[in-house]
């Protein structure tokens, strides 16, 4: 089944199970919190029921439109179970996927970025040059904020970089033009990631061979 990588996008937000559909429960965690609300059984799709809880054994779903008519009681807690992104897994996985390409060349070093939300630098490549290319991984479907991410960057860093987002919808020709500029590369991971029975995230051979070229050019013979 394929992975739905846009649920990365509800980070650090937490679902109920069901809301995960497909996403590997090896990238998941038990919340803290349980459930506010669940979808509603009488007006199915359209409406949603608050959860209201008197005691720990005392919970009860009351529906946000019929509010007398439509109830449920005794709900049990474990019923109500959220799930969050287990965020260090992902990116340990993330980073380990980028490492197995060229396992000389990538050091993992997962650092978070405080400049942005959802933005963390899994580590680095270090090319023949001995210069060290960074990869990072940020979390958003915004077209201009990945723009301002990328600019930051550059301007940060100031090195050729690669970067990761859930979805490649939010590449536009902004952001094309910004990571054309240092010939920087940009990967979306519903594109790159081919399927692995243990989720431990491989990635396909078209994109090893684009990150190897990428890499291969910053080489003093190649300049
Ligand atoms: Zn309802």
């Known amino acids: 089944m394929k992975i739905e990588w846009g649920k990365l996008l509800n980070y650090p937000e937490a679902l109920q199970e069901h809301q995960w559909g497909s996403f590997p429960s090896q990238m998941l965690i038990l919340a803290n919190d349980i459930a506010e609300y669940i979808d509603c059984t009488k007006f199915s799709g359209t409406c949603y029921m608050n959860i209201v809880e008197h005691s720990r054994s005392d919970i009860v ?41 060229h396992q000389d060349w990538f050091n993992k070093n997962i650092e978070k970025i405080d400049v942005f939300d959802n933005l963390w630098r899994l580590g680095q490549y270090v090319a023949y040059d001995k210069q060290e290319y960074p990869a990072f991984i940020v979390l958003t479907n915004d077209s201009l904020e990945l723009l301002n991410i990328l600019r930051f960057i550059s301007i940060t860093f100031n090195k050729n970089f690669l970067i990761l987002t859930p979805l490649k919808a939010v590449f536009n020709a902004s952001a094309e033009a910004e990571i054309l500029r240092f010939t920087n590369i940009f990967l979306a991971l519903e594109d790159i990631f081919v399927e692995n029975s243990e989720y431990g995230l491989e990635l396909s051979g078209d994109v090893q061979k684009t990150i190897y070229n990428w890499i291969l050019q910053f080489s003093p013979w190649k300049r």
């Open 61 to 101: 779903a009351v529906c946000h439109r019929d509010t007398l008519g439509c109830r449920i009681d005794g709900i049990k807690r474990n019923d109500l179970k959220l799930w969050k992104l287990d965020i260090d897994s992902f990116l340990d996985r993330t980073a380990r996927s980028l490492a197995a390409t």
